[in-house]
């Protein structure tokens, strides 16, 4: 039978932590779910409030006997040493609320850069960190991993961007591949066949366009049209009349239109019923009234709610301002982390322990590393608006 620990914050209103490994020794994290996927850095500080202010890269949080290192920007300025600010506050505040954790995390400036990276994951393994958590950027990952793989150290990274993960290069984010997977995947089960995507001409728009065409494919559908349109909103109802005569030949359309719904408005304008075509959206429509009111019956996929509002809460009153969305990410990696102490020993970070095929549930649910480092997510999919009409998973089904 899978055992489980419990720990948790002690201050009144504050979600206890209860950590455990689904399948050979199982740990809940945090029996909660997220949402209201923003963009990296979605939430800024309270209006009237003070940030913290930047941190001592050469700091440490906790003071248990096993060392793992955070890997931060901390020194980069701008949006990047604003997020790695708050994800270090994160950290804290997670190892403030798991009881007892024999934790001692080392925190590193990584300065936004490779080089940087490369110098504070040295300088980690050298005061004995197990593990690295971080970097947030993916070059910064690379020069980590540069160091960290060949002296053996996993490290559990923030990064979005795939092509950095590897074997024993972890990524504990939201990839642009898990939310296409799952809105494809609840679109096929819904009987849907024929696809059209309507994407940015963008970096982010060909990663999505990629990651819809291997999606359908995998669920036995056919992409009919492939349609981009410019970043210049004068041009979106150009390229938008291009689909109009196709829209009898289409079940749904793929729109990665996350900010203010002029994609989908422009697919109302060429003729496109948006009410009988059905519109499959991104998660960080989360919250969005202008892509809601522009296509209210839209779907996406995203975490659940109530977890990352109930880590948002704990935070502004622990460090009064608002966390960037992609905290919880820090603080899920760091409870895991002071969980597999508690109950692994000195398997605690072994390749088979964190890529466990049941694994492990925390703020924004259930997740997941795969052996080749890329991870999975178990998401809900949501209806422009806020409905839920389909849970999250509860486990994930089978091994891959």
């Known amino acids: ?116 990276a490369q110098a504070a994951a040295q300088a980690a393994i050298q005061e004995g960190a197990e593990l690295i958590l971080g970097p947030l950027l993916a070059e910064s990952v690379r020069g980590a991993a540069a160091v960290a793989r060949p002296a053996g150290k996993p490290i559990i990274a923030y990064s979005t961007d795939t092509s950095v993960a590897t074997r024993g290069v972890y990524l504990m984010s939201f990839t642009p591949q898990n939310t296409v997977d799952r809105i494809v995947q609840h679109a096929a089960q819904s009987g849907k066949r024929s696809y059209a995507a309507f994407v940015p001409d963008s970096a982010f728009g060909q990663v999505v366009q990629g990651a819809f065409q291997e999606a359908v494919s995998r669920s036995g559908g056919r992409v009919v049209a492939i349609e981009t349109f410019p970043l210049d909103p004068n041009g979106v109802n150009a390229a938008a009349s291009k689909l109009s005569g196709i829209a009898g030949q289409i079940d749904a359309i793929f729109v990665p239109d996350p900010y203010d719904g002029a994609a989908v408005r422009a697919l109302s304008t060429a003729g496109i019923d948006t009410r009988r075509v059905q519109i499959l959206g991104v998660g960080p429509w989360v919250g969005n009234r202008a892509a809601a009111q522009a296509a209210p019956s839209a779907l996406y996929a995203a975490p659940d709610e109530a977890g990352f509002q109930s880590f948002a809460g704990r935070y502004r009153a622990r460090f009064n301002q608002d966390p960037a969305r992609i905290a919880s990410l820090t603080y899920d990696s760091v409870s895991l982390i002071a969980a ?61």
């Open 1 to 116: 039978m899978a055992t489980s620990t419990t720990g948790g914050g002690t201050a009144a209103g504050a979600v206890s932590l209860r950590g455990a490994l689904i399948g050979a020794a199982t740990l809940l994290l945090a029996a909660c779910s997220g949402t209201n996927l923003g963009g990296p850095t979605a939430s800024g500080p309270i209006p009237g409030a003070t940030p913290s202010a930047p941190t001592d890269a050469g700091s440490t949080i906790g003071t248990g006997s096993v060392r793992i290192a955070l890997l931060l920007p901390l020194s980069a300025g701008g949006a990047a040493g604003n997020t790695a600010t708050v994800l270090r506050n994160a950290a804290e505040m997670a190892i403030a609320e798991f009881q007892g954790p024999d934790v001692t995390i080392l925190v590193k400036d990584d300065g936004g850069t490779a080089a940087g």
């Open 340 to 400: 597999l102490v508690r109950t692994q020993g000195s398997q605690r970070f072994s390749e088979t322990v964190l890529t466990n095929s049941s694994g492990f549930n925390g703020v924004d649910g259930l997740f997941r590393f795969r052996a080749d480092g890329t991870p999975q997510r178990g998401l809900a999919v949501i209806q422009a608006g806020g409905r839920v009409v389909s849970p999250a998973p509860r486990s994930f089904a089978g091994g891959s």
